[in-house]
């Protein structure tokens, strides 16, 4: 049964220029194939309704009977499905979505000389030493009290509501509740939320983690595939028409993993439909300190006049410290007080101590700071040892963030990750952030590592991606095929 359906113009978007005009290649096969690699990629979900043909046609400027072709092609092959009266829905072929996964990623940083490339994370700023340490200077005030607060310190929720002011939201700290860093905050979210059952929308890709808490939560995931620039509002709100879901969750500040922002018009336009729709927004500010060559707009928050419609996810981890697990909520008044209720059942509180090295961090302004210099540098340098050593795959230099959404040629990613292994690299495939086997032609890089790292990265991945061509079957481009003649599975 079809999720959603995907309106012409959100379609034309994702296609952008699919046609080569010169070329011998009839238009028929070339829209196949640009339809083929969105669904490949993720950028058109699976489930998804296509546009009528009289509509397509219309809307492309060519003849039903071109279209007619064109979906003829991708139903023999497996990625489109037609049923009378239900139009033209999208799959993949069997044996696609049952492809062997990437050997799992280990938290440490991995034995012998393997270089764990799977972490989009920094190290502690320069202020967190001597955060804690005033921290533990500050605690005794504390001792005569039992240590349980389940919406968080009062200090830390005002440093945190001061925080949002100083961004151009206004905030009072009865709208922060302080959680167990991000993670546990979506988790807080989900459980208020949603049932097993009911749908979430997605942008498509996004954080792994999200996409496996939906998944042990038996929340449907509907992915709306992110156009090759900012995002599609069009197709967010058909999503929310179509699918009643419970909630959407974005990542509008440098989104991980491709880096991206949303501007300020887009973001009032999200507002905007989550409103008329009553789709609650969870909006994952956890990147948001990441801005490398520009500071992000306002919240989207500031785009919810009722202050009902947008709640708002951040952390300490990016900007601080990964060790550091402080993160937040904002919301409005009843919602900050019905999630404090929930959280009992949970935990009972955060870390005292954490809390108050995370105030003193948020009210000192310690972040990202001279590092950014730093990130810089490594995420061009990056750039530079791909284009060198790699230059048949597409990395695009991100404003912010912490890693590079690589594009190979080929859908390969899940077998590349196998075999770099065994030249000593670890990194992330692209079906990690997304759903039904996605994003097979993409890795997440991250430019965390020092620059003699990421070289060395660089240059084990070409080794292994070089292997992995020497010994790809000829005419058979599935992941199975590879691991298979690489003796992998």
């Given at each position: 049964m079809s999720t959603s359906a995907l309106r012409p113009p959100s379609l034309l978007r994702l296609l952008g220029a699919w046609r080569v005009e010169d070329s011998a290649e009839p238009a028929y096969r070339q829209l196949a194939q640009a339809l083929r690699m969105l669904v490949l990629d993720g950028r058109i979900g699976l489930n998804v309704r296509l546009p009528g043909e009289r509509e397509l046609a219309a809307a492309l400027g060519l003849s039903r009977t071109t279209i007619a072709a064109a979906f003829d092609r991708l139903r023999d092959e497996g990625y489109l499905e037609s049923r009378q009266g239900s139009g033209s829905v999208t799959r993949l072929p069997p044996g696609r979505m049952d492809q062997p996964e990437a050997p799992d990623l280990p938290g440490e940083q991995g034995g012998g000389n393997i270089l764990n490339w799977t972490h989009a994370a920094l190290p502690a700023a320069p202020g967190v030493g001597r955060a804690f340490q005033a921290a533990v200077e500050a605690l005794p005030a504390y001792l005569g009290e039992l240590g349980y607060d389940p919406l968080g310190l009062p200090l830390l929720r005002r440093a945190i509501a001061a925080w949002f002011e100083r961004r151009g939201c206004p905030t009072s700290a009865d709208q922060i509740i302080v959680t167990n860093g991000a993670q546990q905050g979506f988790a807080l979210l989900l459980q208020w939320l949603a049932r097993p059952g009911d749908r979430g929308v997605i942008d498509h890709p996004t954080y792994h983690n999200v996409i496996q808490a939906l998944q042990r939560a038996h929340v449907v995931p509907v992915p709306v595939g992110l156009p090759a620039e900012g995002w599609d509002i069009d197709a967010m709100d058909a999503a929310f028409r179509q699918t009643s879901p419970r909630f959407a969750y974005l990542i509008p500040d440098f989104h991980n993993p491709t880096g991206r922002s949303m501007d300020p018009a887009t973001r009032r336009a999200l507002a905007a439909t989550a409103a008329s729709t009553h789709t609650p927004l969870i909006i994952d500010e956890t990147m948001v300190e990441m801005g490398l060559d520009f500071s992000p707009p306002p919240p989207v928050a500031v785009h919810d006049p009722s202050g009902r419609q947008v709640i708002t996810m951040g952390s300490a981890s990016k900007i601080f410290w990964g060790g550091l697990r402080v993160g937040w909520i904002r919301a409005d008044p009843q919602t900050i007080a019905a999630l404090g209720r929930l959280r009992t059942t949970m935990d009972m509180a955060s870390p005292i101590v954490e809390q108050l090295a995370a105030?003193?961090?948020?009210?000192?302004?310690?972040?990202?700071?001279?590092?950014?210099?730093?990130?810089?540098?490594?995420?061009?340098?990056?750039?530079?040892?791909?284009?060198?050593?790699?230059?048949?795959?597409?990395?695009?230099?991100?404003?912010?963030?912490?890693?590079?959404?690589?594009?190979?040629?080929?859908?390969?990613?899940?077998?590349?990750?196998?075999?770099?292994?065994?030249?000593?690299?670890?990194?992330?495939?692209?079906?990690?952030?997304?759903?039904?086997?996605?994003?097979?032609?993409?890795?997440?890089?991250?430019?965390?590592?020092?620059?003699?790292q990421l070289t060395s990265g660089v240059q084990r991945l070409a080794e292994a991606d070089a292997r992995l061509h020497a010994r790809l079957p000829r005419g058979r481009d599935s992941v199975a095929a590879v691991l298979e003649a690489d003796r992998l599975i």
């Open positions: 105030a003193q961090l948020i009210d000192a302004g310690e972040g990202l700071g001279q590092r950014a210099g730093v990130l810089r540098a490594r995420r061009d340098h990056l750039i530079r040892m791909v284009e060198q050593h790699l230059p048949h795959w597409r990395v695009e230099s991100p404003a912010g963030g912490l890693s590079l959404w690589a594009e190979l040629p080929r859908g390969e990613a899940t077998a590349l990750a196998a075999l770099a292994e065994s030249h000593g690299v670890r990194v992330a495939p692209g079906p990690r952030f997304g759903v039904n086997g996605a994003f097979e032609r993409f890795l997440r890089l991250p430019f965390t590592l020092t620059e003699d």
